[in-house]
């Protein structure tokens, strides 16, 4: 992808210079309304003469596998030239503009976007701070995606700071330059009056811009993100950025991250910094977006990238992607120290717990998963559970099977960070293009000295995965606390609400899915014995039956009452957790510290 483009670039260049002056594409941003939540972009595209210009706003933001429709939010787009006598605009598609330029040299666009939504990914403007995801902020020019940019910020009147990973343009105040509009759309704007505090680490000027206040400590966080950063740095062995941004955004309740290739921003609990879990829990957002900037910002499977920003972009490996890193997150946390072992085996058993005793584990493959992330992870519904598993969990547990194979296949001599650091050297530095998933499976087999295809065919089907086969060989295993127990089940998940007790979900198999059980039934009475309240009434009778007794549950359900027979399954959920295999040999204790080794 880079070669092609340079290429281009340069062929660009030199036939524009000797015709007319190189195309220019300039932006400025500015704040009128913020408290209404707006945002005035100017788009100045110069130099390209042509009878009519299509400029697009992309329809999702990489990272994030979803069509948002950026362009839901664009009003009162209007174009003109240099003298503001206005040119034409028709709308042709959703997120498409058709500007009549008439060969004129200059065209200024100007439009409204509206950005009201708190994530990651997501426009937010206020009286107090803008975020601006580019995706959803800045239009192309159709064809000029290869194109450098450049955008001047004027902050609202009471804003002082920008925080982005773009570069700043000397000489100009507030303004930043994009190679590309690759580069662009992957570099959000933070501007307002956020706490901004450096780190140097890995040969790496860090900022760490916290917006929204919270009880962090500087320093604390200044050498913990530090010490995260040369951790990850040392699985790949380089370093590829010169500078990075995190943009925290602190919320009373927050959450989740996007991952860039030099910054990314992060949710977080304005006042979760002096709780030991919580911060913990921040501490793996931070390793796991870090990682990114290595593992899916460069190496990558060959679909994600260059990118369609006009539709989904499909690929079956963020099992791989996203449950890689969501392995290493905890890894690179346990190797600082900031978990201890049996903390990091429990997450790890966490993550067989979600996919074991998830219906929809099943059901989907996770590279199926992974391809149908933009209907199904990324549009959750009442029956998600029964028919979807996360590629995040059950990719990491994966990831987890490839380490531990490694490890024992090679005596210890090698493990997924080799791989992880020979792919990136190859595909990302030599080949300078993304991976098909056999090549990165031949890979690791190279490394390895053994095959792999058992553990990616199990991504490709449903087939049960024998964890204890992997654990076993570096002295641990995974045992289920409720094996040999008969433990009866209902089957629903319910909410309270209004002292009404309401079905949420229901799971597949169990006596409520035999039974008739829908989601949104009020439970409202079991064998002639009326639910209180609080669902308390439901625990007592649920804890004294037994597998195989007979329920009659009187339910309302849309506005009508009925009265269901339901046959107590028994309860297939297992309660897992890691341990230390009894009478492990001295290898297999020998490959088990390697594996959880500071
Ligand atoms: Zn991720």
């Known amino acids: 992808m880079k070669r092609i483009r340079i290429k281009l670039i340069i062929l660009m260049a030199t036939f524009t210079s000797s015709a007319l002056a ?29 009878d009519y210009i299509d400029i697009k706003m992309p329809v999702w933001t990489p990272g994030s596998y979803l069509v948002r429709e950026y362009s839901r939010h664009v009003e009162s787009l209007e174009a003109c030239d240099e003298a503001g006598e206005r040119m034409p605009v028709k709308k042709i598609s959703k997120n498409t503009w058709r500007i009549t330029a008439g060969k004129k040299d200059q065209v200024i666009v100007n439009y ?13 403007i206020d009286d107090a701070h803008a975020f601006l995801s580019p995706a959803a902020t800045f ?81 604390r966080l ?39 290739l030099n910054s990314t921003v992060l949710g977080a609990s304005r006042n ?130 490839l380490d531990l194979k490694i490890l024992a296949a090679t005596q210890g001599q090698k493990r997924l960070d080799d791989v992880l650091k020979a792919a990136y050297e190859e595909f990302y530095v030599k080949k300078q293009r993304g991976f098909e998933e056999h090549e990165l499976q031949a890979l690791i087999e190279d490394i390895a000295g053994v095959s792999v295809a058992d553990i990616f065919r199990a991504a490709h089907t449903v087939e049960p995965l024998d964890y204890n086969q992997y654990l076993n060989a570096v002295g641990y295993e995974l045992v289920d606390h409720n094996r ?55 625990n007592r009778i649920l804890q004294t039956a037994a597998v195989g007794d007979k329920l009659d549950v009187l339910v309302a359900r849309d506005g009508k009452l009925r009265e269901l027979s339901i046959t107590l399954n028994r309860d297939t959920k297992g309660a897992f957790s890691i341990i230390p295999l009894q009478h492990a040999t001295a290898e297999q204790e020998s490959l088990g510290r390697i594996w959880l080794s500071r």
């Not at 309304?33 to 100045?44: F, G, T, V």
């Not at 309740?253 to 996007?258: Q, V």
Request: net charge negative.
């Open 22 to 50: 190189a195309p220019r594409i300039l932006f400025e941003v500015s704040f009128k309304e913020p408290q209404a939540h707006y945002a005035e972009i100017k788009m100045e595209i110069s130099g390209l003469r042509k």
């Open 112 to 124: 409204r976007i509206y950005g009201f939504e708190v994530s990651v990914r997501t426009n937010f």
């Open 139 to 219: 239009m192309y020019v159709d064809g000029l995606l290869d194109h450098p940019a450049e955008v001047t910020i004027v902050p609202y009147r009471t804003w002082s700071k920008i925080s982005t990973g773009l570069e700043p343009v000397a000489g100009k105040p507030n303004t930043f330059h994009a190679p590309d509009f690759d580069i662009l759309f992957d570099s959000p704007i933070e501007v307002g009056n956020q706490d901004i505090f450096t780190f140097e680490a890995a040969g790496v000027h860090h900022e760490i811009a916290m917006v929204g206040g919270g009880n962090y400590d500087k320093e």
């Open 222 to 260: 200044k050498s913990d993100c530090a010490a995260i950063v040369e951790e990850a740095t040392r699985i790949f062995g380089v370093n590829p950025n010169k500078r990075y941004v995190f943009i925290v955004h602190n919320y009373q309740s927050g959450g989740g991250g996007l991952e860039h």
């Open 272 to 401: 979760g910094y002096q709780n030991e879990r919580s911060y913990v829990g921040f501490l793996g957002l931070v390793a796991h977006e870090y990682f990114h900037l290595w593992h899916v910002k460069r190496l990558r499977p060959i679909e994600l990238g260059p990118f369609d920003y006009d539709a989904e972009n499909y690929t079956t490996a963020l099992w791989i992607m996203e449950g890689f890193t969501a392995y290493y997150d905890n890894l690179i946390l346990r190797r600082c120290g900031f978990l201890s072992e049996n903390a990091y085996l429990q997450a790890l058993a966490g993550d067989v717990n979600t996919v074991e005793n998830r219906a929809g584990n099943r059901i989907q493959p996770v590279a199926l998963a992974s391809f149908d992330a933009w209907i199904k992870y990324y549009r959750p519904d009442e029956n998600s559970a029964n028919t979807s598993v996360s590629y995040y969990n059950k990719g990491a547990l994966l990831a987890m099977m």
């Open 484 to 538: 040999g127990h008969e433990l009866p089940d209902f089957g629903v998940s319910t909410s309270v609400s209004d002292g009404r007790i309401v079905v949420t979900g229901v799971n597949r198999g169990s006596g409520a899915w035999d039974g008739g059980i829908n989601v949104k039934d009020e439970l409202i009475a079991i064998n002639g014995e009326r639910l209180d309240n609080g669902g308390r009434e439901l």
